[in-house]
């Protein structure tokens, strides 16, 4: 798709289950496009900017508050308008490229595959919230769902968010829905073979990437 802006740039976005390894692709991306003398914005969702954190720390914290399925998109919608008007579409418009862990395949999946919420109803807002704005690429980190728990799970650090507190069930249901979208937009969605080494992913990555610039 064109836009406006010095040069062309790329909306990249990487999505998976959890442990899938986005953290650790991003980076590499990141660096490959800054080798290659590309300017690029790293970032991530829910969050991206001070205020969209804030609804980042609303939507993951295991408070004693219920939020309902529906509740959860709005909110992650809520932090995707705030992300797009103050980073995503200011970065583009400099030309720069904007690398982003998830997107709104994300919320297709997670509340959509994962919590059942109404698809007609996502896409609906998706339109409100970004129009006609899709991800030029998007990088999905498929792997099982034992290896990327197995991975997340074996991380120090804090206690469970609201996400990682769910049931193995949940993620497959989560990446059976993203396998779907892939299915369904194989152009735009490249998916990767995520549980190999990390220097073969690596390969996978700069591969697609090579396409690109
Ligand atoms: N969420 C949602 O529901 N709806 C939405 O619309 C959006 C998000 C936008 C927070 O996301 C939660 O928000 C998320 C979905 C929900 N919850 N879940 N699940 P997040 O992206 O911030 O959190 P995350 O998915 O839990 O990320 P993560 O656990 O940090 O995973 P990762 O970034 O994919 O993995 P990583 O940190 O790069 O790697 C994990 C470990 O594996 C690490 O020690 C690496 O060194 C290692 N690793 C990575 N790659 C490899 C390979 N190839 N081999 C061996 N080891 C590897």
């Known amino acids: ?83 797009l008007e103050n980073l995503i579409r200011p970065a583009l418009e400099r030309g720069e490229w904007v690398v982003c862990d998830r997107f709104t395949d994300a919320t297709r999946a997670y509340q959509g595959s994962g919590r059942g919420v109404d698809a007609k109803w996502i896409e609906d807002l998706a339109t409100a919230v970004h129009g006609s704005l899709q991800p030029d690429c998007t990088l999905l980190l498929d792997v099982p769902v034992a290896v990327g728990l197995a991975r997340a799970r074996g991380r120090s650090g804090s206690s469970a968010d609201r996400f990682e507190a769910e049931v193995e069930a949940f993620f497959e249901r989560v990446r059976a829905g993203y396998l779907e979208q892939a299915a369904r937009e194989p152009r735009r969605i490249r998916v990767i073979d995520a549980a190999a080494d990390l220097a073969e992913v690596e390969g996978q990555v700069i591969q697609i990437l090579q396409g690109f610039v």
Do not use: C, D
């Open 1 to 83: 798709m064109s836009r406006p802006g010095p040069r062309a740039a790329r909306f990249i976005t990487l999505e998976g289950i959890e442990g899938a390894g986005k953290s650790t692709v991003a980076r590499i991306v990141g660096e490959w496009l800054t080798q290659h003398s590309i300017p690029v914005r790293l970032t991530r969702e829910p969050g991206g900017t001070p205020l969209a954190e804030r609804v980042r720390q609303i939507v993951l914290e295991r408070g004693s508050e219920h939020l309902s399925p529906v509740t959860e998109t709005l909110l992650m919608f809520a932090a995707r308008g705030i992300h």
